[in-house]
Each structure stands twice: as structure tokens, then as C-alpha cells.
């Protein structure tokens, strides 16, 4: 089984900042390492989208235009975490945000097809 426990979400006011944090584990997943590492969101009434991935060794990422200069997504290996940093939150941020572990082998990995673990997810507010 493999787990993912994202923590961090919250209430904020705009321009603000939070980090989150999704923890993996499960015999299935000893090699955290070895998967590429998404974050998506997901807005009330709206598909869940891309915010950002990460390579296994964390040394190459790729952020949605939306988020591009204000989020910044890394990862651990040794704690077998991924990170979430967003700065200069804005009200349109607000969504339920996801880690999810990409499938081997997959492309893009910017389609939520290409992922086959998921967090439960973290409420993010974003007050105005």
C-alpha cells in the first residue's frame, strides 16, 4: 500500500504564505526516490489541475503559469517528503490541494491521468 498525508493547509489572507507538506509511506513505496512527485488543486465545481511536479532527484520542476514565481514545489528524499512553498497568495488560490505520485513511465505528468496515488488533500483559503 502507499500512503500520502498532506499537512499545512489553512486559512490565509491574501499575500500571505504557507507551506505544505505531503509525507509518503507504505511498503509499496520504499523508494520514494525513484517517482516523479506532483501537486494539484482542486476548486469547488472546477477539475482538479497541475500546480507543479518535481523529478525524483529534485533537481528539475515544473510550475503551472498560474502559480509560476510565487510557488515553489521540493522535495526530501531522506523523509520521503514533498514540498509546497507558496508565496503572495491571492483569493483565486483557494482550493483543496493535492500530492500524488506519478505513474512509471509516464510523459507529461501534467494531466492528473498521469498520477496513481493521491493524498486526501489540504484545504488552502485564501481571504481577501
Known amino acids: 500500500q502507499v500512503q500520502l498525508v498532506e499537512s499545512g493547509g489553512g486559512l490565509v489572507q491574501a499575500g500571505g504564505s504557507l507551506r505544505l507538506a505531503c509525507a509518503a509511506s507504505g511498503r509499496s513505496f520504499s523508494t520514494f526516490s525513484s517517482y516523479v512527485m506532483g501537486w494539484f488543486r482542486q476548486a469547488p465545481g472546477l477539475e482538479r489541475v497541475f500546480v507543479a511536479r518535481?523529478?525524483?532527484?529534485?533537481?528539475?520542476?515544473t510550475h503551472a503559469d498560474s502559480v509560476k514565481g510565487r510557488f515553489t514545489i521540493s522535495r526530501d528524499n531522506a523523509k520521503s517528503t514533498v514540498y509546497l512553498q507558496m508565496n503572495s497568495l491571492k483569493p483565486e488560490d483557494t482550493a483543496v490541494y493535492y500530492c500524488?505520485?506519478?505513474?512509471?513511465?509516464?510523459?507529461?505528468?501534467?494531466?492528473?491521468?498521469?498520477?496513481?496515488?493521491w493524498g486526501q488533500g489540504t484545504q488552502v483559503t485564501v481571504s481577501s
Open positions: 500524488a505520485r506519478a505513474k512509471k513511465g509516464s510523459t507529461s505528468m501534467l494531466s492528473p491521468l498521469d498520477y496513481d496515488y
Open positions: 518535481i523529478s525524483r532527484g529534485g533537481t528539475v520542476t
